[in-house]
T-cell receptor
Framework: QQQVKQSPQSLIVQKGGISIINCAYE??????FPWYQQFPGKGPALLIA?????SEKKEGRFTISFNKSAKQFSLHIMDSQPGDSATYFC???????????????FGRGTQLTVWP | DTGVSQDPRHKITKRGQNVTFRCDPISEHNRLYWYRQTLGQGPEFLTYFQNEAQLEKSRLLSDRFSAERPKGSFSTLEIQRTEQGDSAMYLC????????????FGNGTRLTVT
């Protein structure tokens, strides 16, 4: 069972546009929601993360929006650049008893292509 | 480079052979994780160490898989009697103790079983 559902599977955006990737989860024990960026042949790299006590977090061109009641969160990439072309993964983890401390559950990824 | 290091980067083996991968985490990180990633999928959890203790194994980790972290530093993942379905990227990650401290991934070992 997929703990974190991610959409879309692929996304094509023109340079300068806004890229939006969405994720949804069911487990209310999750309390940490990172986004990872992965280039071909490389491991995932942490991009930005949020906790459910805030509804938005911004770092440079990257913003996470979090809706606790809907159990959804999204990544917005403003002024998208060709160098942003990569696969993006949302993830979630929790501190609930019985869960592996820090174990991340990943979405299936979104392949972003930014056309120049 | 003080990131997570994995060796080898690529491994091609014939079905039935044994393979072993190594991971060197970031030096002060006491938590170490192994994940597996297949094409078009997100990483899937395999196992987790806190220092030298293996605290959890996923059901994905069949009896042919074994992982160790003998001195609480580097870790090895061995796959015995490899099968074609084992072909994947094997990722190692580490983090410090701390509430949701960032998880740092290595660049993985790409295994191809022919």
């Amino acid at each position: 069972q997929q703990q974190v559902k991610q959409s879309p599977q692929s996304l094509i955006v023109q340079k300068g546009g806004i890229s939006i990737i969405n994720c949804a989860y069911e487990n209310t024990a999750f309390d940490y929601f990172p986004w990872y960026q992965q280039f071909p042949g490389k491991g995932p790299a942490l991009l930005i993360a949020i906790r459910p006590d805030v509804s938005e977090k911004k770092e440079g061109r990257f913003t996470i929006s979090f809706n606790k009641s809907a159990k959804q969160f999204s990544l917005h990439i403003m002024d998208s650049q060709p160098g942003d072309s990569a696969t993006y993964f949302c993830a979630a983890s929790g501190q609930a008893r019985g869960s592996t401390l820090g174990r991340l559950y990943f979405g299936r990824g979104t392949q972003l292509t930014v056309w120049p | 480079d003080t990131g997570v290091s994995q060796d080898p980067r690529h491994k091609i083996t014939k079905r039935g052979q044994n393979v072993t991968f190594r991971c060197d985490p970031i030096s002060e990180h006491n938590r170490l994780y192994w994940y597996r990633q297949t094409l078009g999928q997100g990483p899937e959890f395999l196992t987790y160490f806190q220092n030298e203790a293996q605290l959890e194994k996923s059901r994905l980790l069949s009896d042919r898989f074994s992982a160790e972290r003998p001195k609480g530093s580097f870790s090895t993942l061995e796959i015995q009697r490899t099968e074609q379905g084992d072909s994947a990227m094997y990722l190692c990650a580490s983090r410090t103790t701390g509430n949701n401290s960032p998880l740092h991934f290595g660049n993985g070992t790409r295994l191809t079983v022919t």
